[in-house]
């Protein structure tokens, strides 16, 4: 039997490559973010998408929160322009300290 949260995966899986392919691609502007990393969060019939960097020197929390906006606006921009809004309303932009 075929849950809701398993169709909603199937639904959002060409969404979440598009995603994928485009935040690291914009995260290459940000020589202190490293590898990104994803984590899948399960709900009743939806799902989160954590997308994580590390974060690695020194930089301070006032750049790293500004440069999460500029990849929040990017991100909500392109996946305007992509037709993958839904996709992007389950997502979060975090870092965490390497």
């Known amino acids: 039997m075929?849950?809701?949260?398993?169709?909603?995966?199937?639904?959002?899986e060409p969404a979440k490559e598009i995603y994928i392919r485009e935040i690291k691609n914009f995260?290459?502007?940000?020589?202190?973010?490293?590898?990104m990393t994803l984590q899948e969060r399960p709900d009743i019939d939806?799902?989160?998408?954590i997308f994580r960097f590390e974060k690695l020197n020194?930089?301070?929390?006032?750049?790293?929160?500004q440069t999460l906006k500029?990849?929040?606006?990017?991100?909500?921009?392109?996946?305007?322009?992509n037709g993958i809004t839904e996709?992007?309303?389950?997502?979060?932009?975090?870092?965490k300290w390497r």
């Open 27 to 35: 995260a290459k502007n940000y020589d202190f973010l490293g590898e």
């Open 58 to 65: 020194g930089t301070g929390e006032d750049v790293l929160d």
């Open 70 to 81: 500029e990849l929040y606006d990017h991100m909500d921009k392109f996946c305007e322009v």
């Open 87 to 95: 996709f992007s309303r389950n997502t979060i932009i975090s870092y």
């Open 46 to 49: 939806t799902q989160d998408y």
């Open 2 to 12: 075929t849950t809701r949260l398993d169709r909603f995966k199937k639904e959002m």
